[in-house]
């Protein structure tokens, strides 16, 4: 497999990985949600402060109102996150 079609599995495996826990295998509660930023993305967490910054993210993320994170909604909160990281890195280069 190609680097993206390897990175595109992983971010599957990680989004099944937390969503099959508990309940609906096929959504993330705000619980797992939370286990999953924590666990995966350690650097991006330390710099949430507070509870309410994540309970805002949840909010923003559930687009349909359900109180949890499909994979669409997932996948749309990688997407941002990614574009920022490459904004970031596209200005650390000037």
Request: proline fraction near 1%; charged fraction near 35%.
């Amino acid at each position: 497999m190609t680097d993206l079609e390897t990175s595109i599995g992983t971010i599957i495996a990680v989004f099944q990985k937390y969503s099959e826990r508990e309940g609906d295998k096929h959504k993330l509660k705000k619980s797992e949600l939370k286990d999953l930023l924590h666990d995966e993305l350690p650097d991006l967490m330390a710099h949430v402060k507070d509870q309410s910054s994540l309970d805002s993210l949840m909010e923003s993320l559930d687009a349909d109102g359900d109180a949890e994170c499909n994979f669409q909604e997932f996948m749309t909160f990688i997407s941002v996150v990614t574009v920022c990281c490459h904004e970031f890195f596209e200005h650390e280069e000037e």
